[in-house]
């Protein structure tokens, strides 16, 4: 009978960077998780890498792949590691230039063939190499080939502080996987490209427009109704998008805040995520350090439940389990996890009181491997 082991990823800020208010990560965290009882227990910590803000993991569990934000470099790394299914622990396999800077997310292909690279870039347009959005071919051994193709995003937006130029935040692979798609914060825009799965190129397909300063950061797809959801960090709105599969456009169906007027100058939106089977959708405030929920309409429109303190300070990131019971809160400047159980009735959240300590946790990865 297969052995099953669970375990919990943790990146974070471990280099001194002006938008980070500390820098107290060691690099990627490890824990072992018991997913009965939500205990996590520190496994081990991989060093030698520089700032490890965000991580995702190949669906196997045998890999884990994490960026490296260096506020001073021309380009980002990112890292590919081997994941030992006894223990978790981490092994190097290589690395590749991200080609922008600010390395601010990445994710695979639903084939699990590329890895798909946002660079958020802070420095002026005019110096290389600028791109905004990178694809990486997997090799068979899950490490990374040289990159196969990438693209700039030209264009500013309506904040001259926030929006002085592009800065792409996420990028995602369309359901069907014909399309990728990249939430611009600077540009208020979700850019889609024409993806080729086999050899990783892409042509631009399209735009869809989101209201003048808003800052679209991370979105999500239903899983199995044709809508997204897209978190707009510096509006603190979510929008409720419909999708066309056929086209990889979008049209927007309804904007709605995630916390009270009052709330919203001083708050900025961070992660997004469905809960278990679609049926409500999450959203991380950093400020109000909150979690909002929304139930999802059978129209596919979001709407604002309630708002759940978020258990710290600044909650930059947040994952489910994979069995759907807890979620698990990176709250950077608490260097803390918080755990809340996952009411599956009406996806309402309960704080378990027992976190993690890790400094500046930025981004948590769950994952599941079978021996």
């Not at 190097?92 to 890895?115: C, E, K, M, P």
Request: charged content about 15%.
């Amino acid at each position: 009978m297969a052995q099953q082991q669970n375990f919990i990823y943790v990146g974070g800020c471990n280099r001194a960077t002006p938008y980070f208010a500390s820098a107290n990560a060691r690099g990627i965290s490890v824990f072992g998780f018991d997913p009965d009882t939500a205990c996590a227990t520190l496994v081990a910590t991989q060093g030698g890498i520089e700032n490890p803000t965000f991580l995702t993991a190949s669906p196997d569990g045998r890999m884990l792949y994490a960026t490296s934000e260096v506020m001073e470099w021309n380009e980002g790394l990112v890292s590919a590691y081997r994941i030992a299914p006894e223990s978790g622990t981490l092994s190097y396999v290589n690395r590749q230039s991200a080609l922008g800077g600010i390395t601010a997310h990445i994710s695979l292909d639903r084939s699990a063939g590329h890895l798909l690279l946002a660079n958020y870039m802070m420095l002026p347009e005019s110096e290389a190499p600028n791109q905004s959005v990178v694809v990486f071919p997997l090799r068979a051994d899950g490490g990374l080939a040289p990159a196969a193709a990438s693209a700039a995003h030209p264009g500013k937006g309506h904040d001259p502080a926030r929006q002085d130029r592009s800065h792409a935040h996420c990028v995602q692979a369309t359901p069907d996987n014909r399309h990728i798609v990249v939430s611009d914060l600077g540009i208020d825009r979700l850019v889609t490209y024409r993806f080729d799965a086999k050899t990783g190129q892409i042509e631009k397909a399209g735009e869809t427009a989101l209201p003048p300063g808003s800052g679209p950061r991370h979105f999500v797809f239903h899983p199995t109704k044709p809508f997204a959801y897209v978190v707009n960090e510096l509006a603190s709105t979510v929008a409720s998008l419909a999708f066309d599969a056929e086209t990889g456009r979008f049209s927007v169906l309804d904007v709605t805040a995630t916390v009270a007027e009052t709330a919203r100058a001083t708050n900025h939106c961070s992660e997004i995520r469905l809960g278990p089977g679609g049926r409500f959708l999450y959203v991380a405030n950093r400020g109000h350090d909150s979690l909002s929920i929304f139930k999802i309409g059978a129209d596919g429109i979001a709407q604002l439940r309630t708002t759940v303190a978020s258990g710290g300070k600044t909650p930059r990131h947040f994952a489910f389990a994979p069995d759907g019971r807890t979620l698990a809160v990176a709250n950077q400047d608490s260097d803390c996890i918080s755990l809340f159980a996952v009411d599956p009735d009406d996806g309402g959240l309960a704080h378990l009181g027992q976190d993690i300590a890790v400094g500046t946790p930025t981004s948590i990865c769950f994952v599941t491997v079978r021996d």
